[in-house]
């Protein structure tokens, strides 16, 4: 994680470290030790649920995309509450872990702009997974090479939130083969 230097709450800023050269991570490669250094950080109190952030998450989505079909967004979300509500797993979760909140710095990767909030650390793994699949096995072979502590749950994490990058691509009018997969896997929650 990057370094916090200074705060000011009256002025709601953050002063964090320079990383350099601080550009975007595009490979997944290095996620997956990143990944396994977030889950090593001991959960503190006083931070929201997974459930929480998910919740937050669809409400969010259900506002920025009101063409989106309330019965896929309905499915997505009762699976992804699933998840958060099940499970043994509680760790610091990043909570909005996608490339371009990790950036090259001296040190390796940093992550930034976290989400923080408590519960499955697999979560995190969502965009990663994504990253450059255009098919269900690729999405497979993927997550076991993130090393998530459950590939089973990393899947179905994968699976609750394709609807927001299906939603990214309609937006954008993105429609490839990557756009082919969000949908199949969203439309088998609906």
């Known amino acids: 994680m990057v370094s916090l230097l200074d705060s000011s709450v009256e002025d ?15 490979s997944w490669h290095p996620a ?12 503190p109190t006083g931070f929201p649920t997974v ?31 699933r998840l958060a509500d099940t499970g043994t797993v509680v760790r610091l979760v990043h909570g909005d872990l ?17 989400r923080p909030c408590l519960g ?19 999405l497979r072979a993927r997550i076991a090479a993130l090393n998530p502590l459950d590939e089973a749950r990393a899947y179905e994490w994968c ?13 954008r009018g993105i429609e490839d083969p990557a756009t082919a997969l969000f949908r199949q896997l969203a439309e088998t929650l609906a």
């Not at 953050?14 to 601080?22: C, T």
């Not at 997956?32 to 959960?43: E, M």
């Not at 699976?159 to 937006?171: G, I, N, Q, T, W």
């Open 51 to 81: 459930a929480d952030r998910v919740d937050f998450m669809f409400t969010l989505a259900a506002r920025r995309n009101p063409g989106v079909p309330t019965e896929l967004l309905d499915a997505s979300h009762a699976s992804a509450r």
């Open 32 to 43: 997956a030790d990143l990944l396994g250094q977030l889950r090593d950080v001991p959960a």
């Open 120 to 138: 499955d650390p697999d979560l995190d793994v969502v965009d990663w997974a994504f990253l450059d699949v255009t098919t269900d096995t690729q």
């Open 98 to 114: 996608h490339p371009g909140n990790v950036l090259t710095s001296a040190r390796g990767p940093v992550a930034i702009d976290p």
């Open 159 to 171: 699976r609750s939130l394709a609807v927001f990058l299906l939603m990214s691509h309609v937006r």
């Open 12 to 26: 709601n800023a953050l002063l964090i470290e320079a990383l350099e050269p601080g550009t975007p991570l595009a």
